[in-house]
């Protein structure tokens, strides 16, 4: 888990960097102003795919025993 999360750090800097948009500062729309609507979207996406990812792994992987305390 510590790779995947290391790549995700190095990668997730560059993708968003691709993805700005800096001739859209001065843009007066509501929603992704300042060149951060492909940001957002790309965020927003990955978010979700992770949650359905976690919920998928979640009810395919047994939970296997709860432990069993012995006093």
Known sequence: ???ARGL??????????SL??????????????FGFRAVMIWVTVTALASGVAGF??????PSGRKAQHKL
């Open 20 to 33: 700005y948009d800096a001739s859209k500062i001065g843009d007066s729309s509501h929603w992704g102003r």
């Open 56 to 61: 998928a792994l979640g009810m395919v992987v």
């Open 8 to 17: 995700a750090c190095i990668a997730g800097p560059l993708i968003s960097n």
């Open 1 to 3: 888990m510590s790779v």
